[in-house]
């Protein structure tokens, strides 16, 4: 399976670390090897300073695709989850100074949380709230209707370059408020209320 991330997706984030808004989503990857074990705790690397949480909705595709059409997309997925997209953002301020690939800083061994998927029609998507808590306190609240590009457009949009595949999943971008984390921190992700994570810093 592959992981196929949106980089700025809500227009507050965008702000908040400064970056242009894009006239396309933003794609990059994670291998699967990037996948946190479930309940395993997440410890910083040693390349990185400053390793960011970024809580994204995630959509699990559960059929084969490609140039698939907006309006169509909606049969390509089936499961809506919650999930983190740590990133080391002084490695990825380097990378991007020098206009080079983001890997490093978003692909990393354990950058990918996945938390529980939930059948998407419990979901209104276009509507869809969701937190992330660290040490008990919301530092992110966001909703889907601030996403730019909705789901079904993402879809559609990343299957132009990749195929998709049954188990692929898509980080959907992250609202504002990112922010370090640091050993012993505990982050706690919730999606219409129902929580879908919890990790512990190392
Ligand atoms: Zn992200």
Redesign the pocket.
């Known amino acids: 399976m592959k992981i196929i991330?949106i980089?700025r997706n809500y227009a507050k984030h965008i702000e908040e670390l400064a970056n242009e808004r894009p006239s396309n989503p933003v794609v990059f990857m994670k291998p699967d090897s990037a996948i946190l074990p479930k309940r395993n705790p997440f410890f910083i690397p040693p390349f990185s300073n400053d390793v960011h949480y970024?809580v994204?909705v995630l959509v699990k595709i559960n059929k084969v695709g490609k140039h698939i059409s907006t309006k169509f997309a909606h049969k390509y997925y089936d499961a809506i989850g919650l999930g983190i997209?740590f990133?080391a953002r002084d490695v990825q301020a380097e990378c991007k100074a020098k206009g080079l690939p983001w890997e490093k800083a978003k692909a990393f061994d354990g950058s990918a949380i996945i938390g529980e998927f939930y059948p998407k029609k419990e979901f209104d998507l276009e509507n869809l709230s969701f937190q992330l808590h660290k040490n008990g306190e919301v530092v992110q609240d966001g909703n889907t209707k601030a996403m730019l590009w909705k789901v079904d457009e993402l879809v559609s949009y990343v299957s132009q370059f990749f195929t998709l595949k049954k188990g692929d999943i898509i980080?959907t971008?992250?609202p504002a408020g990112v922010g370090k984390v640091v050993e012993n921190d505990l982050l706690t992700g919730v999606i219409e209320g129902k929580k879908a994570f919890e990790i512990k810093v190392k």
Do not use: A, L, V
């Open positions: 991330c980089g970024e994204e997209d990133t980080f971008g992250t």
